[in-house]
């Protein structure tokens, strides 16, 4: 199988993680899975046709464009992987202010016969071409990456996580009586407890699954890098409420007083999902 | 008669984000200028103003998936800075590790996925097969000991970080989770291998870099101050002072972190989106400043640890210090490489490296507040503003590749003004360019997390007419 791997706009830390694989890598490369197109491993200039494209990174500039739609006419099946490819990601945050004062105040001329024009967002890959499977996650963790491109290798349909990060983690929820919620530098954390009946802001009751939910695991709140779960995927304006709902539920705060304290940080959950979202329509393609 | 104008490389490869180069032809055909740039943009300085302080680390760290825990640890020395924090040896010792694994990780992946093809294959060898995957293929060995080497990195990653990309146990006052005992001896066992195959990789890369030294030093090289950290003027990644060295080796000056944004000034040109750094002292250009494996190595006349310092002698001893050939830092940065893996191994035999207390409580308060790291391309300097609520008010990141950019820029005119005489290109330009370009391992991620980079190299004429995309 001839494999394209591509970046746009993204901090290639999906790549990354791909190559944090070990053992696994070598048994995918071994095997039916040959690179052929890669800026970042190979020299070839000119994008070819291939069986697989695999594509980090979301479309920032009207070059992003441009690449997307070339590299989904010439390949088979094509993989958005990590959250800024299905979602923005994190760079879709600056989707909040306008490019172009952004570039005004930075740099006082900008040649545009040299560079790209930019978008006036960051779009994740879903708004400009089709795509056969969504892999989020920033990035998705190696066993993850390499489990579902062995599947989609073999021709198979990788198995698809449905439910929350809550399913992944140990702690225990016991609903407590706090009288406020915490940062995540204010206290330590009791090991065993769910971290938002301990008060702190965490994200896993909304977030996909498939991750084995490393972050509460470790003591650190869910940030929602996978992006929401199936049940949230298409009614995003009520995970607000949602989560309002879970806290006030697991620490006994009035869900009037958890609303005024998340309005203080109008990012929390929107961290890697600020971005606007087409034809996003497949949720059976989420893995 | 009319020459070429205009040569473009697009997109560099076996690089890591989008670059593009530009080589600008006069009327007699012969090179007035080239440009290597970047083509991506993405606007972190703007959409974390305001944001709460406490996340940060964590959204910073995407800046770039490569050196991610490089920026962790400078965002939450610069966090601690501010709040004025003093953290356990325990958890000091931890993120030393930290970053240790974050030069094993990367190094084993520049040196083995990026520069080997170049030395591997003869100069005729089709493009299509220079790369890794190749000489997997040719030598199945080869690929399972880079493997090995950069698991070595991700398992200290994944074991002290608690993910291996963009970890997040680091936190203002230290480190959430103590390392078990267990995981310390896991890693200590691991790391006789990584040592073991360090060893053999430098001995490949010397004996590879003999081979072709004549063609390296044609390679050019580019005299320019030099810039690094360094405790009693050894090699050192986590604390310490800055040291700059003048054009003769000779410390031009030496300062704290906190200092840092004194002495580096930034600029930017209209025709990239990675701004270039410069010392503030000597002005543009001449402040032109290079950072990174090379540097740490001229900066620096010692290392605490056995077989990199003989390496360090040997290196010096052969290329003098300063070393200029650009590319050397292919070569330093194997040196770099034996160093990451006997200092991690060290701290890993140390047994108190497993003691809990590796957090202390933070007083959140306003102020200013600088983080200075070696990141595996060089000195990294993040300087925030928070308010007293704990927002950020302003933010300065000074990154390796945008301190590097100039260098790297000088280089490539160098090269082009080697290989193009009266519009005449002789073949090899193209592969001789990007190896400078490569030498540098420069991080269009991380130079221009503001909007989004890429690298390419096209021919101009003077009027900027396009001439010819490579």
Redesign the interface.
Same mark, same amino acid.
């Given at each position: 199988m001839k494999v394209n791997i591509i970046?746009l706009?993204?901090?290639?830390?999906?790549?990354?993680?791909f190559?944090?694989a #070990?053992?696994a890598? *070598?048994e995918i490369?071994?095997g039916d899975f040959?690179?052929?197109y890669s800026?970042?491993?190979?020299?070839?200039?000119e994008v070819p046709e291939v069986d697989l494209a695999i594509v980090e990174g979301g479309v %920032?500039?009207e070059?992003?464009e441009k690449l997307i739609k070339e590299v989904r006419a010439k390949s088979r099946i094509l993989v958005a992987l990590g959250i800024c490819a299905t979602h923005g #990601?994190?760079?879709s *945050? #600056?989707n909040?202010?306008s490019?172009k004062k952004? *570039?005004e105040?930075?740099?006082?001329? *900008?040649?545009t016969?040299?560079?790209?024009e930019?978008k006036d967002l960051?779009y994740p890959v879903c708004n400009f071409v089709d795509v056969d499977y969504y892999l989020p996650g920033?990035?998705p963790m190696?066993f993850l990456i390499v489990h579902s491109l062995k599947s989609i290798v073999s021709g198979k349909t990788p198995i698809r996580h449905q439910s929350v990060v809550c399913t992944e983690c140990y702690r225990k929820i016991i609903p407590a009586k706090l009288d406020r919620l915490y #940062?995540?530098?204010e206290k330590?954390?009791d090991p065993q407890l769910c971290l938002v009946s301990q008060g702190f802001i965490c994200l896993g009751s909304l977030t996909r699954e498939g991750c084995g939910a490393?972050?509460p %695991?470790?003591?650190?709140t869910c940030?929602g890098c996978r992006g929401p779960a199936d049940p949230l995927l298409y009614r995003s304006r009520d995970l607000y409420a949602f989560l309002v709902n879970v806290i006030s539920k697991r620490t006994g705060i009035s869900e009037s007083e958890v609303k005024k304290e998340l309005y203080r940080?109008p990012?929390i959950f929107h961290?890697f999902i600020f971005s606007k979202f087409e034809r996003f329509k497949a949720r059976e393609r989420v893995i | 008669m009319s020459y070429k104008k205009e040569i473009t490389i697009s997109p560099t490869t076996r690089i890591e984000g989008h670059g593009k180069v530009t080589i600008v032809l006069d009327a007699f055909g012969n090179v007035s200028d080239a440009h290597f740039y970047a083509t991506e943009i993405r606007g972190f300085d703007y959409f974390l103003k305001e944001m709460e302080a406490e996340r940060l680390p964590f959204i910073i760290s995407r800046i770039c998936g490569v050196c991610s825990t490089a920026h962790v640890i400078a965002s939450v020395k610069a966090i601690e800075g501010v709040y004025g924090t003093e953290i356990t040896e325990t958890a000091r010792k931890l993120r030393e590790l930290l970053l240790m694994a974050q030069i094993i990780s990367n190094h084993s992946l520049v040196f083995f996925f990026l520069i080997l093809p170049d030395f591997w294959f003869s100069l005729e060898e089709e493009s299509s097969k220079r790369n890794i995957f190749q000489i997997m293929r040719e030598k199945p060995e080869i690929g399972k000991k880079a493997i090995a080497l950069r698991t070595f990195g991700t398992r200290i990653l994944d074991a002290v970080g608690k993910r291996e990309v963009h970890v997040v146990s680091v936190i203002p006052g230290g480190l959430i989770n103590p390392l078990k005992e267990r995981e310390r001896e896991e890693l200590l066992k691991m790391s006789e291998n990584a040592c073991a195959i360090t060893r053999e990789a430098l001995e490949l890369g010397k004996e590879l870099f003999e081979k072709n030294w004549a063609d390296f030093r044609k390679a050019g090289d580019c005299r320019t101050y030099y810039m690094a950290l360094t405790k009693d003027s050894a090699i050192e990644f986590y604390d310490s002072k800055i040291r700059i060295i003048n054009l003769e080796g000779e410390t031009m000056s030496e300062f704290a972190a906190q200092d840092y944004m004194e002495h580096i000034e930034e600029k930017s040109y209209e025709w990239t989106f990675a701004k270039f750094a410069y010392l503030k002292a000597l002005g543009w250009p001449k402040g032109i400043v290079q950072v990174g494996p090379t540097a740490r190595m001229n900066v620096n006349k010692r290392a605490t640890t056995e077989l990199a310092n003989k390496e360090l002698e040997e290196f010096k001893r052969r290329f003098g210090s300063p070393a200029y050939a650009t590319l050397l830092f292919d070569y330093a940065r194997l040196i770099d490489l034996m160093y990451a893996c006997e200092r991690a191994r060290e701290l890993l035999e140390d047994e108190g490296l497993t003691r809990t207390d590796t957090r202390v409580k933070v007083k959140p308060k306003g102020g200013r507040g600088i983080g200075v790291v070696e990141a595996p391309r060089g000195t990294l300097a993040h300087e925030y503003v928070l308010t007293r609520s704990g927002h950020l008010k302003n933010m300065r990141l000074i990154i390796p590749t945008q301190v590097n950019n100039a260098a790297i820029n000088v280089n490539v005119k160098d090269a082009a003004m080697e290989f193009i005489h009266y519009g005449e290109i002789k073949p090899g330009l193209l592969n001789r360019i990007e190896m400078v370009i490569r030498a540098y391992d420069p991080c269009i991620k991380c130079a221009t997390r503001r909007v989004n980079e890429d690298l390419r190299v096209e021919i101009t004429n003077s009027e900027g007419e396009l001439i010819r995309t490579l």
């Open positions: 970046s706009t993204c901090c290639a830390g999906c790549v990354s993680s190559l944090n #070990g053992d890598l *070598l490369l071994s040959e690179i052929v800026p970042t491993f190979v020299d070839l200039k %920032r500039t070059a992003d #990601g994190i760079t *945050l #600056g909040i202010l490019v952004l *570039l105040k930075e740099y006082f001329v *900008l040649d016969s040299k560079l790209p930019l960051m920033c990035p190696p #940062g995540i530098y330590e954390a490393p972050c %695991r470790a003591g650190f940030f940080n990012f961290t | -």
